[in-house]
């Protein structure tokens, strides 16, 4: 079923890539299709709005843009701040530490990303199977071109890598193997850890400017949701395989 909006044709490879993103949902191709669908409408109202030209690259600096100029986020109050940090404290822990190994997949121009994540995901499945070929694997990937970078990353501080990174290999006391990729900007890491230190939780004077930096993403992307599914409501969509609802950028 081809999918468009407002008369804009979504390319099927497109859908076929953005299905590898996931994996993890219930329905992969439904959740695909809504979110090209959310980028698509997103990118038309930048143009509407003259923050992209016609030919210009849709990225996330243009959506920070639309944000700015046409979203309403609701900044946390203090006393949102003090309830999540009382039911979070942890997770605003400093000084943690990690002594990890990675097998990392970097997405490359001329390799589809579908093909990447197989690549990964197929490793992963290898050494879960057997965790002492980890090294083993990693040298065969790095000699055979599909991985990248030395697979030892050594101790790694909170705070010293990206974000989305450290959300999963900081999260919980796990050692050995990560049962999953860990999906970042980067590609897809096969991971090891190998051993933790654990830091000391700050007061919250100490972690409210970090708290409210993390509300205010949240509230942000709530609200970005919900003004895509009001663009959604007045756009021409086909080629949908549910109906537009609360899913949108998920």
């Known amino acids: ?8 044709a979504i390319d099927p490879r497109a859908l076929a890539e953005e299905i590898d993103q996931h994996r993890d949902r219930a329905d992969p191709e439904s959740a695909a299709r809504q979110a090209l ?3 698509e409408l997103l990118r038309q109202r930048a143009i509407e709005l003259r923050l992209l030209g ?8 243009v959506i920070d843009a ?5 979203v309403h986020v609701v900044p946390p109050s203090l006393d949102d701040c003090r309830a999540y940090y009382a039911n979070h404290a942890a997770q605003f822990r400093q000084g ?3 002594t990890l190994s990675q097998i990392l997949f970097a997405a490359a121009p001329t ?3 579908s093909i990447v994540r197989r690549r990964a995901e197929d490793t992963l499945q290898a050494v879960l199977a057997d965790p002492s070929r980890f090294d083993a694997l990693a040298r065969q990937c790095l000699a055979c071109g599909h991985a990248q970078h030395e697979c030892s990353l050594g101790e790694l501080v909170r705070g010293q890598s990206a974000p989305e990174f450290e959300l999963v290999v900081f999260n919980g006391d796990r050692l050995g193997v990560l049962p999953r990729l860990v999906n970042t900007r980067y590609g897809f890491h096969v991971v090891r850890i190998e051993r933790r ?8 004077d100490a972690a409210r400017e970090r708290v409210e930096q993390l509300l205010w993403q949240h509230n942000r992307a709530r609200a970005l949701r919900h003004y895509v599914a009001l663009l959604a409501g007045t756009a021409e969509i086909s080629g949908m395989t549910t109906s ?4 949108w950028l998920q």
């Open 1 to 8: 079923m081809s999918l468009s909006v407002n008369g804009i």
């Open 37 to 39: 669908v959310a980028r």
């Open 54 to 61: 016609e030919d210009g690259v849709f990225d996330d600096s």
């Open 66 to 70: 639309l944000v700015a100029a046409d």
């Open 96 to 98: 943690d530490k990690v």
């Open 111 to 113: 390799t589809p990303l």
């Open 197 to 204: 230190v654990v830091g000391e939780v700050p007061g919250f």
């Open 244 to 247: 537009p609802g609360g899913g």
